[in-house]
């Protein structure tokens, strides 16, 4: 029986250095100790931690399968440490992101974001753990329609016949909170449809069609629908398998060889150009972005991430090369564009998903000047 592992990245904003821009060093130290822990007694296998702008990322492998609620109360407990942490350096927004006091079996619904995926491990296991900043679930659709389903940039959808049969995608509707699955190429169009529009429509799980092979998993949470209210941002994280009979890590990178537009820059209220970096560039500043998004490559080993002799395990920094400084560029070009039209559509995101406003309050106050036109 090949051997069955779990990787669960589990992220959450606790309190960033100078505004929403960096998780800093003490933060990160603190919660490598606290997963450290967690491997020696057992609970976890290897770790990873690192951050994504404001957005403390805990990468995690085990052997408990999803969901599990040990692995969950590692991670809460660690963020809860962290908050801690952040509230004695009073650091900006601390806790931000724990919407509730006590754990309750599962950190879903209670403000960290979570993608997991057990698998059985192949003979090789390449992944890539992304994590952005300053934009939501959605921001995933367009990488993982242009990885899974586009021929015209994965080539192994076309030369690989291991891949002939097309992969399947499974959609989350974030309003109604269902869900439907959608096989490509077959249903490519009805996909499209669904996830070309990102605030409602997000994939959040993609397997190989022929033998149902898990592939990719995303976090998918939208906080201010879990708190009726703008408490903070949704900044997602996801996994994504490659290589032998799925799309090659190049593959599942060229489609960020292009800035394109994400939702939920500057007060979650605006679009931006998605800008890949490396570990050291994971820092929003120029109006609160441009969003930024890193990639992690990792090989899954025997239940850990494969680890030098010291036990340090073996992390690719991927977006830290000159191969992307085209979209870096292309960001900061976008960037400029939209910030020049202001507070205009499209720049700011349409009235309905914005998470700050002040329109209900314009409109009170023009009330009784309003006239029948
Ligand atoms: C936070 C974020 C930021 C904040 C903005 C205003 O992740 O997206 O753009 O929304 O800096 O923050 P407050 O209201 O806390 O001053
Ligand atoms: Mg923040
Ligand atoms: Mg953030």
């Not at 963020?79 to 806790?95: I, R």
């Not at 959808?157 to 399947?168: E, Q, R, T």
């Not at 939208?222 to 490659?242: E, F, H, N, Q, T």
């Not at 960020?256 to 560039?281: A, I, N, Q, T």
């Amino acid at each position: 029986m090949p051997q069955k592992t779990t990787i669960s990245i589990i992220k959450c904003d606790i309190g960033s250095l100078a505004g929403h821009h960096i998780v800093p060093k003490p933060i990160l130290d603190m919660s490598e100790e606290r997963l450290r822990e967690g491997q020696k007694s057992g609970l976890i296998n290897s770790h990873y931690v690192f951050h994504a702008g404001d957005d403390l990322e805990l990468l995690m492998l085990h052997n408990k399968g999803e969901d599990n609620p040990a692995i969950h109360e590692l991670a809460w407990d660690t963020f809860q440490d962290a908050a801690k942490k952040a509230v004695s350096l009073k650091l900006y927004g601390a806790g931000q992101d724990l919407l509730k006091t006590a754990f309750s079996g599962n950190v879903r619904g209670m403000g960290p974001g979570v993608a997991e995926m057990e698998i059985e491990e192949r003979g090789s296991d390449p992944m890539v753990v992304f994590a952005a900043d300053k934009t939501s679930g959605g921001a995933f659709n367009y990488p993982l329609f242009k990885i899974f389903a586009d021929p015209t940039s994965t080539a192994g959808l076309v030369i690989d016949s291991s891949m002939a049969g097309g992969f399947k995608f499974e959609v989350l509707d974030v309003i109604e909170n269902k869900k439907v699955i959608l096989k490509c190429p077959g249903e490519m169009y009805e996909l499209i449809g669904l996830i070309g529009s990102p605030e409602r429509y997000t994939v959040s799980r993609v397997w190989r069609a022929r033998d149902d092979l898990i592939c990719a998993a995303s976090s998918t949470a939208r906080l201010s629908l879990i708190a009726g209210k703008y408490v903070g941002k949704d900044d997602p994280a996801m996994l994504v398998r490659a290589q032998h009979g799925l799309p090659a890590l190049g593959e599942i990178l060229v489609p960020f060889m292009h800035s394109y537009f994400v939702e939920g820059w500057m007060r979650g209220s605006h679009w931006g150009p998605l800008m890949p970096v490396g570990l050291k560039d994971s820092k929003c500043t120029a109006f609160d972005g441009p969003p930024r998004i890193v990639a992690l490559g990792f090989q899954v080993a025997d239940g850990k991430i494969a680890s030098d002799d010291n036990g340090d395990p073996l992390i690719g920094d991927l977006f830290d090369d000159p191969a992307f400084d085209l979209a870096r560029r292309e960001a900061v070009e976008y960037a400029t564009a939209l910030r020049r039209m202001g507070e205009f559509e499209p720049a700011r995101l349409s009235m309905h998903v914005m998470e700050y406003t002040t329109l209900p309050q314009i409109l009170e106050k023009l009330k009784g000047r309003f006239e029948k036109a």
